[in-house]
């Protein structure tokens, strides 16, 4: 409802072997909604993986609605990618799991303020601070971005049915949702 009948541009930052890019772009498809997704990691071996995932699930252009691309993107190159695959600014950007290491707080920062529309928004599914290193300084660096209405919050149950595993393991997730202030 969101973007309305526009073609969305989605990108999946640190996606691994891109579940996430791909369950949004099955989605999209039985909405009858049209996408293009970028899903990139920085590991080229699970982009080649990526690859083989949209081929199989057909989603690799065939069906002129949705076409998913895997590519490898460095999070301190955000730049060169959106210039070499003439990339507009993103209607969503989403990620799950990304922020494992202190080093990577600032990687996501910068990737979701340069691929994110004026218009979009950033939907980030991570360990808590507890459980993630680096989850602390992500959290202080968007809860600081003066531009960004940014919250943090416990996914709804609903998300996380078949993820009963996590509980036993006491790993607590958290949904990071950001978008631009209004101007």
Not at 119 to 135: D, E, L, S
Not at 164 to 171: A, R, V
Request: aromatic share 6%; with cysteine.
């Amino acid at each position: 409802e969101r973007f309305g009948d526009k073609r969305l541009l989605i990108c999946e930052v640190g996606a691994g072997l891109g579940a996430g890019g791909l369950g949004v772009a099955l989605l999209l498809k039985t909405m009858g909604l049209s996408a293009e997704v970028h899903i990139t990691d920085f590991d080229p071996d699970s982009v080649a993986l990526i690859e083989q995932c949209i081929r199989s699930n057909g989603l690799d252009g065939g069906d002129d609605r949705i076409t998913c691309y895997a590519n490898v993107l460095d999070w301190d190159r955000v730049d060169d990618y959106i210039t070499e695959h003439e990339l507009g600014k993103c209607d969503l950007v989403i990620g799950a799991e990304i922020v494992h290491e202190i080093e990577h707080a600032q990687g996501v920062f910068n990737a979701v303020r340069k691929l994110m529309d004026p218009a979009g928004q950033a939907v980030i599914i991570n360990g808590a601070p507890k459980h993630r290193f680096g989850c602390a300084e992500f959290q202080e660096m968007m809860h600081n971005a003066p531009d960004l209405d940014y919250s943090v919050s416990e996914p709804q149950p609903e998300l996380l049915v078949g993820m009963e595993s996590l509980k036993e393991k006491m790993l607590t997730l958290q949904l990071h949702l950001a978008e631009w202030k209004a101007v």
